[in-house]
């Protein structure tokens, strides 16, 4: 019963709890941030940007998992690619980037015309670790747009 009920449960919104579960270690320390519908909501309703709005209108979520630790983040970059494979394969590799010691894959999976499920993982050249991924209905130049906008510290009510 629990092999057919698992499949079900993993979506991208949920890479964060298993990530969390399954890879987080207490003496390697991790940033964990989760934005619901309640907080896109009210941060459509507080800025002046129309295509941010229209953007947090059509999210249901966004979660992000952080780390500062050089070692720390290439070690989670390893083991994040790892559980994508082992347990998400029912997402494709948009993009890959390796380049001037940074890395970056986005995992996609499509849920019909109204929702998409995306995983960013990325390991910058300074070795910071960004796991990010939203769920919702994906305008990708809107949701690169909303990216800068957060990683700039945009204040949204």
């Given at each position: 019963?629990?092999?057919?009920?698992?499949?079900?449960?993993?979506?991208?919104?949920?890479?964060?709890?298993?990530?969390?579960?399954?890879?987080?270690?207490?003496?390697?320390?991790?940033?964990?941030?989760?934005?619901?519908?309640?907080?896109?909501?009210?941060?459509?309703?507080?800025?002046?940007?129309?295509?941010?709005k229209n953007t947090f209108k059509e999210l249901n979520?966004?979660?992000?998992?952080?780390?500062?630790?050089?070692?720390?983040?290439?070690?989670?970059?390893?083991?994040?690619?790892?559980?994508?494979?082992?347990?998400?394969?029912?997402?494709?590799?948009?993009?890959?980037?390796?380049?001037?010691?940074?890395?970056?894959?986005?995992?996609?999976?499509?849920?019909?015309?109204?929702?998409?499920?995306?995983?960013?993982?990325?390991?910058?050249?300074?070795?910071?670790?960004?796991?990010?991924?939203?769920?919702?209905?994906?305008?990708?130049?809107?949701?690169?747009?909303?990216?800068?906008?957060?990683?700039?510290?945009?204040?949204?009510?």
């Open positions: 019963m629990f092999s057919f009920l698992l499949p079900g449960a993993l979506f991208a919104d949920n890479f964060v709890s298993v990530f969390m579960e399954r890879c987080a270690e207490d003496e390697r320390p991790l940033s964990n941030i989760n934005i619901g519908r309640t907080m896109l909501d009210k941060m459509a309703a507080n800025t002046d940007d129309e295509e941010l979520s966004i979660r992000m998992i952080n780390s500062d630790n050089v070692e720390d983040s290439k070690y989670y970059f390893k083991k994040a690619n790892e559980l994508i494979k082992e347990s998400f394969y029912d997402y494709d590799e948009a993009v890959s980037v390796s380049e001037m010691g940074s890395k970056i894959s986005v995992w996609v999976k499509r849920q019909g015309e109204e929702r998409q499920d995306l995983i960013l993982i990325a390991l910058d050249n300074d070795g910071k670790l960004s796991i990010i991924t939203v769920s919702g209905k994906i305008d990708f130049n809107s949701i690169s747009k909303l990216s800068g906008s957060l990683r700039n510290g945009q204040q949204f009510p």
